[in-house]
């Protein structure tokens, strides 16, 4: 393996451990070809990310320029894809396992629009709209996984995308505060009037009350049921795979009962998962204790 590759490895693996402990804590139960294609896409994902989520990013004088950042790290990752040469060793990893996976070009680009999607939307009025922008920004990682993960029935395609999905939005529901922080709210604008909540108030100091329990409680069984619907997709992994997913789902949906633990409160301390309880539930995965 070359050096820039194995340069590459080492910088995916520490964006994943920094950012996405709980795909690092799936991953590590995959062999060592896989995880590190687990860790390159996740890579090269973060990166975008953080082109989006740049300080300034999406300042109107400032949009323009973040697109076009955007675009050209989409098109360097599509040439070197295609065999271009490059010096940096995130795209060079991401572009080995993209090919060596047999990951479809458009997952990407559809990732990609949904990154972009970001820099002009910031707010989503319906269930159905926000579910159009997680089809690139959520369902695609789920695309992306199956085949780094050796998935082979055409059945676990639909279960990977609820996964993609239901990681996606408790996500959302924990990081209601910090996307504010951005100017942008991942919750259904007409489902929040209906509840006669506006987070913007909790943000500023407004104490969490009943109708904000309400909506929540409304949004985790959302939630759940897309938790639920990837269920069907675990028997058709292989079972180092199935460990993996299996931990990363145990991990993820316990954010949700540390959000009702807080009494559905997501503006003061960011909810999470303590390191000695992602101990526990990992060892219950591999004993085969925790289930759905």
Known sequence: MSALLEAGHRRAEAITRQHATTYYWGARLLPEERRRQVHAVYALCRTADDVVDSPGATSPGRVAGTAQRLTALEQRFEEVRAGAPTDDPVLAV?????????????????????????????????????????????????????????????????????LGLAFQLTNFLRDVSEDLGRGRVYLPQAELRAAGVDPAGYRAGLAVDEPWRAFMRGQIARNRELYRAADAGLPHLPSAARRCVTTAYALYSGILDRIERADHDVFGDRVHVPTPAKVVLTGRVLTGTWSP
């Open 94 to 162: 991401a572009a080995d396992a993209a090919e060596r996976a047999g990951i479809a070009p458009s997952v990407f680009r559809r990732f990609f629009g949904a990154m972009r999607q970001d820099l002009t939307t910031t707010r989503y009025e319906t269930w159905d709209d926000l579910l159009g922008y997680m089809d690139g920004s959520a369902a695609t990682i789920g695309e992306m996984m199956l085949p780094v993960l050796g998935a082979t029935s055409p059945h676990a395609l639909g279960p990977a995308r609820s």
